[in-house]
T-cell receptor
């Protein structure tokens, strides 16, 4: 079945790295995504990874995919106050024509 | 120059009323979606249209009726509004339905409050 799970909250100190974790159940996932939602705004695609990759890096963002364990993580280096938001993990399958979202992880930054 | 635009941004209405939310995309995408985000931020797909044709209809009450006059527009009409319909409704689009490598482009949402 389709299910994407994330922890609800994460608090980190400014300047530290944030790691947001996600697990999914469907092994036929084609693409996995990380979206960011700031208060009162829509979701913004941060990055995505194809299921045959195990890592993708884009500036401060590193995505790791462990397909065997169906585990996806997003690491944000040097976390800043502007990174405060809800981060959604999501998956899609080409056969399903839709994206399934996790419940979102609210990232808060401590000074 | 907004890519996916929804109107209105806020909608407050009484139970039993009928209301519509409009969505337009200027990206030339073939596929459009409606998602509902509840108070706990959980996002659930409601409908998807590909080139004006309905391709996904997830267990949504008949009171919700999407309409796509052309591939750049997907409107959502809701009859007999109930308290439980209060949520944020997001419109989104993607280049195609089957190759979702770039994910969706989302609108900024319509916050519906039923009183």
């Amino acid at each position: 079945g389709e299910d994407v799970e994330q922890s609800l909250f994460l608090s980190v100190r400014e300047g530290d790295s944030s790691v947001i974790n996600c697990t999914y159940t469907d092994s036929s996932s084609t693409y996995l995504y990380w979206y960011k939602q700031e208060p009162g705004a829509g979701l913004q695609l941060l990055t995505y990874i194809f299921s045959n990759m195990d890592m993708k890096q884009d500036q401060r963002l590193t995505v790791l995919l462990n397909k065997k364990d169906k585990h996806l993580s997003l690491r944000i280096a040097d976390t800043q106050t502007g990174d405060s938001a809800i981060y959604f993990c999501a998956e899609s399958m080409s056969s399903a024509s839709k994206i399934i979202f996790g419940s979102g992880t609210r990232l808060s930054i401590r000074p | 120059d907004t890519a996916v635009s929804q109107t209105p941004k806020y909608l407050v209405t009484q139970m039993g009323n009928d209301k519509s939310i409009k969505c337009e995309q200027n990206l030339g995408h073939d596929t459009m979606y409606w998602y509902k985000q509840d108070s706990k931020k959980f996002l659930k797909i409601m409908f998807s249209y590909n080139n004006k044709e309905l391709i996904i209809n997830e267990t949504v009450p008949n009171r919700f009726s999407p309409k796509s006059p052309d591939k750049a527009h997907l409107n959502l009409h809701i009859n007999s509004l109930e308290l439980g319909d209060s949520a944020v409704y997001f419109c989104a689009s993607s280049p195609t339905a089957s190759h979702l490598n770039y994910g969706y482009t989302f609108g900024s949402g319509t916050r519906l409050t039923v009183v």
